[in-house]
């Protein structure tokens, strides 16, 4: 069978102040009137049944998910204890969904996708499940470029691997780190280089077995876990492993190293929430290319992106090119040149106990 594993975890940090340590990005209304993880929940309704869904995220927010999503079960959720990158996540899933179905296919996505249309990502996930159940392969769904980004990593690609309706995947010749300026161009205007979306596709057995070869050790604690599971010992089991793994991302610790890593060409439109920055690029403008959201007044202002997520209004007059949000505690004004460096305004302010009940 096909079993849905989202990423849920995380702080969504460069989203500060809107998100927070105890309600982050995943949790909050920003594409749409329904959160992140909503979107996601509802995205895959057609192509996985919400029992065969599991959510993979922190401890500390189980409670919100399940008051903000009566759907949702606590059986659906996988509780890191505390976050340790994203190849710990993905195996911690794997583990979980191999002891009910070895034989299984597990589609890996992240709860901050912005992703357009939906039954186009059906139609891919479809085909990559095909693969994924008759070949020993790691899938990743690489994005066509639209521009020359330099925030995304790229996967470069090798010679074609399989096809059917209109779908095509390819070998992976080479992960990319995230390029300057200049490469970027060229991998844009070059079309031989796709956007690393961070979706994946795989049996369950194939991605243990390629952690096995790749981070042996981390193997080993999943597989001790894996015996605990469903026993009394579980929870302190799982607290134990997330201890003493590794914390690295999937693509590195894994992908980057494993020889039978297949990328399907996905021609959707897409978009990491990353940073305030991509809210501009998913939110209808004005005139004067501004983007306002809650109760607002902008005059004379041009590029700015203005969120009010508080009480009162926000108002701004004769600025350009920043980022202004406002919720009932915190305002933050960045030019929009550094709002990507708000991680560093926070390690400043966790150095300081009066702030802590913003973060």
């Keep these: 069978m096909i079993h849905v594993a989202i990423i849920a975890g995380g702080k969504g940090e460069r989203f500060w102040p809107f998100s927070t340590r105890e309600n982050p990005k995943q949790l909050l209304k920003i594409a749409s009137d329904k959160t992140m993880l909503e979107e996601t929940l509802d995205r895959v309704s057609e192509f996985v049944p919400l029992e065969r869904t599991v ?166 604690l999943l597989t001790e876990y894996g015996e605990k599971i469903g026993t009394p010992d579980e929870i302190k089991a799982r607290h134990e492993l997330f201890e003493r793994a590794e914390g690295v991302s999937i693509d590195v610790g894994v992908l980057e190293e494993a020889n039978n890593v297949v990328v399907i060409k996905a021609d959707l439109i897409w978009d990491d929430i990353g940073s305030w920055l991509a809210l501009e690029r998913i939110s209808t403008k004005d005139k004067d290319n501004n983007v306002s959201i809650g109760d607002t007044i902008l005059h004379e202002s041009f590029e700015v992106s203005v969120v009010n997520a508080g009480e009162g209004i926000l108002a701004t007059l004769g600025v350009s090119d920043l980022v202004v949000v406002k919720t009932n505690s915190v305002v933050l004004v960045a030019h929009k040149t550094r709002v990507n460096d708000i991680k560093t305004l926070l390690a400043r302010m966790k150095d300081d106990p009066r702030y802590d009940k913003y973060l």
């Excluded at 759907?71 to 505390?82: G, M, Q, R, T, Y």
């Excluded at 996708?113 to 139609?123: A, G, Q, T, V, Y």
């Excluded at 095909?130 to 639209?146: C, F, K, S, Y």
Aim: charge should be positive; hydrophobic fraction near 40%.
């Design 55 to 220: 959510i993979v995220t922190g401890e500390n927010i189980r409670k919100q998910i399940l008051e903000r999503h009566p759907a949702v079960k606590d059986s659906n959720i996988l509780a890191e204890p505390f976050g340790k990158n994203t190849c710990l996540a993905v195996g911690f899933a794997a583990i979980h969904l191999f002891k009910k179905d070895p034989e299984g296919v597990m589609v890996v996505l992240s709860a901050d996708h912005f992703i357009r249309p939906k039954e186009r990502l059906i139609d891919i996930l479809r085909f990559g499940s095909a693969i994924a159940q008759r070949d020993d392969v790691l899938i990743t769904i690489g994005i066509n470029p639209t521009r020359p980004e330099t925030g995304y990593g790229y996967i470069e690609l090798g010679d074609q691997y399989d096809s059917s309706d209109g779908l095509i995947s390819f070998k992976v010749k080479q992960f990319k780190e995230k390029p300057n300026r200049t490469l970027a161009q060229q991998y844009y205007i070059g079309r031989m280089h796709m956007w690393n979306s961070g979706m994946f596709i795989w049996s369950t057995k194939s991605i243990l077995s390629a952690i096995s070869r790749c981070k042996p050790e981390m193997y080993r």
